[in-house]
Structures are given as structure tokens and as C-alpha cells.
């Protein structure tokens, strides 16, 4: 099994600014990509940024020049650093991962995980 568990939400006043942090454990070959997405209330998921395993970014056009994704491989942890946060960001953020498990007879399988979400809450 495996299992990814955020940190870093809370509050934070307009104009702040916060780092999340995205860490994966358990029966890992390696990781593809890793992201991150929010979900406000009301509101469907959304992209926030994600990063493939080359370093390769991607970025929601709302976020581009305010937010930044990194990841550390060797320790199968992806970061999201967001700053000039604004009020109508407040959203559970969502780690996700396509972590690659190699079976016993050596073929790699593929799956899709979600951590538990972190509530970002930007308010005065």
C-alpha cells in the first residue's frame, strides 16, 4: 500500500503565503507525476500545478508567477510554496501521485493516489 500525507495548510491573511508539503510512503518502484489540486466549497477539483519526475511543470494560469512546485525524489515528496495567496483560494488542497509498484514477477504496475487534503483558509 501506499499512502501520502500533506502538511502545511492553515491560515493565512490575503497577501501571505504558505508551503505545503506532499509526502509519499510505502511499496514504492518510483513516482511519475506529482501535483496538486483544490477543491472549494461548491466547487469542482482543479489543477493547481504538477511536476513530472524530470522536473517538468505545469501550472494552472491562475497561480503562474505566484505559486511554485518542486519535488524531492529521494524522498518521494513533492512541495507546492504559494504566495500572494488570495481570499477565493481558500480550498482543500489535494495531493496526487502516479506511483509505479513492481509486482513480484518484475512488471511494473501503475496506480492513482490521493492524499487526504490539507484546508487552506486565506482570510483577514
Known amino acids: 500500500q501506499v499512502q501520502l500525507v500533506e502538511s502545511g495548510g492553515g491560515l493565512v491573511q490575503p497577501g501571505g503565503s504558505l508551503r505545503l508539503s506532499c509526502a509519499a510512503s510505502g511499496s514504492i518502484f518510483t513516482i511519475n507525476r506529482m501535483g496538486w489540486y483544490r477543491q472549494a466549497p461548491g466547487k469542482q477539483r482543479e489543477l493547481v500545478a504538477k511536476?513530472?519526475?524530470?522536473?517538468?511543470?505545469n501550472y494552472a494560469d491562475s497561480v503562474k508567477g505566484r505559486f511554485t512546485i518542486s519535488r524531492d525524489n529521494a524522498k518521494n515528496t513533492v512541495y507546492l510554496q504559494m504566495n500572494s495567496l488570495k481570499p477565493e483560494e481558500t480550498a482543500v488542497y489535494y495531493c496526487?501521485?502516479?506511483?509505479?509498484?513492481?509486482?513480484?514477477?518484475?512488471?511494473?504496475?501503475?496506480?492513482?493516489?490521493w492524499g487526504q487534503g490539507t484546508q487552506v483558509t486565506v482570510s483577514s
Open positions: 496526487n501521485a502516479e506511483v509505479v509498484i513492481m509486482s513480484g514477477s518484475g512488471r511494473p504496475t501503475y496506480y492513482d493516489y
Open positions: 511536476i513530472t519526475s524530470g522536473g517538468t511543470t
